[in-house]
């Protein structure tokens, strides 16, 4: 069963110890779960016990893999559960998914002790870790302590005894939650399919604009990777009318936001109020993301590079390949320009109406983009010597009437030609569900749509993200498994 963030208040929240070994977080965390009266787990001895070895065995017989394998399964369980203290393995936070999972329902407190003390001071016993001797036992320490500081609510450094560290533990809980309360009691969390957002005065706003709007996923992956990283931001979505960017833009100079994400009507109608546009945004003559620094408007565009990461993580790189793509609305603008760039052979753009594919065409190198009708006769000609199909029209999508009549035209294709939709909703259209029956490699669009969304919200942010550990992150959040 799911237990959402929406049944469970703060006083509930689970206190969880990260840091490095002998940092202090068993012992530590065996004294404050009794001075809470919690019950207390510390994940080593968990996985110990369920794994019915030693960690020193899980790793010389399974390799470390393995062993954060089963350790984040643990993690996903013990989030779903409440008033619990947990002392975590000091590589927990490795994985972003823990991290997620940890701060989801809990306050982490990292026990920041120096690692040099950590090494002279401490009886490591046979820790993996601890077998290289101290050099290496700082150098990962180093290697970890963006991460542990990421990770962390509160950063714990006041180790003189462990009853000052327990002392100052129960102190900064109690502070935390009391500014939890009076900061964003009630309006102030906003849970989202179970998921919490926190609210603070100094959050940064930052939305998606459209019209409609409301049917969008971009909120739940942006908060969701924002929750996961531990950043300051708040995501929403916002109606703005056809033909009403510009006053938007203004609003949300004025209002202070840091940024926001557009999708139809208005990623042309930005393109010219930015103060700067990106290479790709002035390739496509479209802009999904503008960020706004000290007033002015910087104007991107992630699309076409969502696209072509969606389909390099399936191994098919577009360079020197034949691609063929259905539709010349904005999205395949995008992915045929984008495609072009990265010298695919030959760019096909097969359109009901042929003057937009034209126009497509014109808009690239000479030659690199051809357009073409849509039907029987010319996908005849065309699709044989295809090696990657792509559609970007709207037929097949959830809430879209029109669907294929005919989709014989997939005869055509060689059988090793992987065949990409760019609709995420249903997750497989009548479209891929056909060309999968007729043997082919599939993809839909959500991989596009999460990178995207992770291109966009570096723009915001000014930072690098980790977009394959964001995609493993927001698997479950966007693919939910049926509960049990
Ligand atoms: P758009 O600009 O409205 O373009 C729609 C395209 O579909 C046009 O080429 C249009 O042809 C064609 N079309 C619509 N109805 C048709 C029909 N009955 N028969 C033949 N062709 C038809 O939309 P868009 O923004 O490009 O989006 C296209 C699709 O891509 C949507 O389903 C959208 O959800 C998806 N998308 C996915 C992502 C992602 O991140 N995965 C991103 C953007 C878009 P005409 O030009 O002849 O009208």
């Not at 469970?8 to 068993?26: D, Q, V, W």
């Not at 954060?68 to 936070?93: C, D, F």
């Not at 327990?166 to 502070?175: E, R």
């Not at 408007?297 to 360079?319: V, W």
Request: glycine share 8%; aromatic share 6%; hydrophobic share 40%.
């Amino acid at each position: 069963m799911t237990t959402s963030n929406q049944t469970r208040g703060e006083s509930s929240l689970n206190l969880i110890l990260i840091g490095m070994m002998g940092s202090g977080k068993t012992t530590c965390g065996y004294l404050l779960a009794q001075r809470m009266g919690r019950k207390f787990v510390d994940m080593d001895e968990l996985i110990c016990l369920r794994e019915g070895r030693l960690i020193s065995d899980i790793f010389a017989t399974d390799g470390e893999e393995y062993f954060r394998k089963v350790e984040s399964e643990l993690i996903q369980e013990l989030s779903q559960r409440s008033n619990l203290v947990i002392s975590t393995g000091g590589g927990a936070i490795l994985r972003p998914e823990n991290v997620a999972a940890l701060r989801s329902h809990g306050v982490v407190f990292w026990l920041n002790r120096p690692a040099d003390h950590i090494f002279d001071n401490e009886d490591l016993g046979d820790r993996p870790l601890a077998q290289n001797g101290k050099a290496a036992f700082l150098k990962t320490f180093a290697m970890r302590e963006e991460k542990y500081r990421r990770a962390a609510h509160i950063v714990i450094q006041d180790f003189t005894s462990i009853q000052v560290t327990v002392d100052t533990i129960l102190d900064q809980w109690a502070q935390y939650l009391h500014n939890l309360r009076n900061v964003s009691a009630p309006e102030g969390r906003i849970t989202k399919g179970g998921m919490m957002v926190e609210l603070r005065n100094s959050t940064k706003k930052l939305c998606v604009i459209g019209d409609p709007v409301e049917h969008s996923k971009s909120p739940i992956i942006q908060n969701t990777m924002i929750s996961a990283m531990g950043l300051d931001y708040i995501y929403m979505a916002q109606f703005v009318a056809r033909g009403k960017a510009g006053q938007w833009l203004e609003a949300a100079k004025m209002a202070g936001y840091a940024g926001f994400n557009a999708t139809m009507p208005h990623k042309v109608d930005l393109v010219p109020l930015m103060d700067y546009l990106d290479e790709d945004a002035r390739m496509y003559k479209a802009v999904n993301t503008v960020s706004i620094r000290n007033g002015l408007a910087y104007g991107h565009n992630t699309d076409g590079r969502g696209f072509l990461q969606s389909i390099l993580d399936e191994g098919i790189d577009p360079k020197g390949r034949t691609v063929v793509i259905l539709g010349a609305g904005g999205a395949a603008k995008s992915v045929a320009l984008k495609l072009a760039q990265q010298k695919a052979k030959l760019v096909y753009v097969c359109n009901r109406t042929l003057s937009k594919a034209a126009a497509l065409s014109s808009m690239a190198p000479l030659g690199s983009i051809v357009p073409s009708p849509i039907n029987n006769q010319a996908l005849a000609r065309i699709l044989p010597r295809c090696d990657l199909l792509i559609n970007c029209t709207s037929l097949g999508m959830t809430g879209v009437a029109d669907q294929w009549e005919d989709l014989s035209f997939l005869d055509y294709l060689p059988a090793d030609c992987p065949v990409c939709d760019l609709i995420y909703s249903p997750s497989e259209t009548l479209f891929l569900e056909q060309a999968r029956l007729r043997g082919h490699q599939t993809l839909n669009g959500l991989n596009m749509l999460i990178w995207q969304a992770v291109f966009a919200l570096e723009h915001f942010t000014d930072t690098h993200i980790d977009g394959h550990a964001m995609k493993a992150i927001l698997d479950p959040v966007l693919n939910p498994r049926p509960e049990n």
